[in-house]
């Protein structure tokens, strides 16, 4: 059975840079016709797609944060990552990790989440 | 691009039906077989319960259907029970530079 799970610190100090790492396991990361994605939450509101990333690199971010986000894969570790520079508190989320379907941008896997609050 | 619009709330007693829709434009749901319906319960990670606009993945009650007219998509849950009470998201591919295009969220209530 897939598993993704989120790690990273959970306070990062406004104008730093966010980073989080998503460990696949049950699975291989390079399997093909399917992505890996970030997707955040701020509490008690709605969902937001961030980006998604293929194991051979390529990337689509949102129109939106594209300027802030750096995503990467790392296939030996059969993990991939987020970065999100210049943070706010409005960038204070659960930032969840997940799987696409084959050749569909649906989520059939999800990571259980992780929160990060933006302060000082 | 905006979120696509979904009503706040819906609710229904136990055994009827309810019906949620997702109102987004002709560059998104009008364009794109790719609408999906994910179901999230407090605390929890999103679950999806609808793919390419009707399609169910393993293990999703066949309750749940989904169907598409034009800008505005559609899940129906049938046979309404407690455990279905839970926030409803729609999301929409809207093209190659924005995959996932989500909706504002409906807070199903089982009365």
């Known amino acids: 059975q897939l598993q993704l799970q989120e790690s990273g610190p959970g306070l990062v100090k406004p104008s730093e840079t966010l980073s989080l790492t998503c460990t696949v396991s049950?699975?291989?990361?390079?399997?093909?016709?399917?992505?890996w994605g970030w997707i955040r939450q701020p509490p008690g509101k709605g969902l937001e797609w961030i980006g998604n990333?293929?194991?051979?690199?390529?990337?689509y971010y949102n129109p939106s944060l594209q300027s802030r986000v750096t995503m990467s894969v790392d296939t030996s570790k059969n993990q991939f990552s987020l970065k999100l520079s210049s943070v706010t508190a409005a960038d204070t989320a659960v930032y969840f990790c997940?799987?696409?379907?084959?050749?569909?941008?649906?989520?059939?896997?999800w990571g259980q989440g992780t929160l990060v609050t933006v302060s000082s | 691009q905006s979120a696509l619009t979904q009503p706040p709330s819906a609710s229904g007693s136990p055994g009827q039906s309810v019906t949620i829709s997702c109102t987004g434009t002709?560059?998104?749901?009008?364009?794109?077989?790719?609408v999906s319906w994910y179901q999230q319960h407090p605390g929890k990670a999103p679950k999806l319960m609808i793919y390419?606009?009707?399609k169910r993945p393993s293990g999703v009650p066949d309750r749940f259907s989904g169907s598409k007219s034009g800008n505005t998509a559609s899940l129906t849950v049938s046979g309404l029970q407690a455990e279905d009470e839970a926030d409803y998201y729609c999301?929409?591919?809207?093209?190659?530079?924005?995959?996932?295009?989500f909706g504002t969220g409906t807070k199903v209530t089982v009365l």
């Open positions: 997940a799987k696409t379907l084959v050749s569909s941008p649906s989520f059939d896997y």
């Open positions: 002709s560059s998104d749901v009008g364009s794109y077989n790719f």
């Open positions: 990333i293929y194991y051979s690199g390529s990337t």
């Open positions: 049950g699975g291989s990361i390079t399997g093909s016709s399917y992505y």
């Open positions: 999301s929409s591919y809207a093209g190659s530079n924005n995959l996932g295009l």
């Open positions: 390419e606009v009707s």
